[in-house]
């Protein structure tokens, strides 16, 4: 398999890796979010190299580099928006656990309040000597 057939095949697992994190942020699988993060961190230097070494088959061969890139930058670009999304989609899970969170410190602000007027208040330890 040439450089450029693995670097196509490097971007389509790109997007499955992207889509299932996608499902996996719906379905707050933080664990799976994460090894799809971990997976692609771990594609970028193979995608790296592949690149470099597919240009150079390109011209090799005789290729149009340019128009080879084009369609890259297509894929990529599709890449990117699905990145978007899941970035979106992670956002909105953010921005609703911080609402969460700001509810349940008011809830507890509020029952510290209660209890604080309806507990009985307790006589100092200590009366005064005289």
């Known amino acids: 398999m040439n450089a450029s057939d693995q670097?196509?095949?490097?971007y389509q697992?790109?997007?499955q890796l992207a889509d299932a994190e996608g499902i996996a942020i719906r379905e707050s699988n933080w664990t799976r979010v994460a090894s799809c993060q971990h997976s692609l961190r771990d594609l970028q230097p193979q995608i790296?190299?592949?690149t470099q070494e597919a240009r150079a088959e390109w011209l090799q061969e005789g290729r149009d580099v340019t128009a080879?890139?084009?369609r890259l930058r297509v894929l990529i670009g599709e890449l990117i928006e699905i990145e978007r999304r899941n970035s979106a989609w992670l956002n909105d899970v953010r921005q609703t656990a911080q609402a969460q969170v700001s509810q349940l410190e008011q809830s507890g602000q509020k029952l510290r309040q209660v209890q604080r007027s309806y507990s009985p208040t307790r006589a100092p330890a200590w009366s005064s000597f005289s």
Not at 7 to 10: C, V
């Open 13 to 15: 697992a790109w997007r």
């Open 48 to 50: 790296l190299r592949w």
């Open 7 to 10: 670097l196509h095949q490097a």
């Open 68 to 70: 080879e890139e084009n």
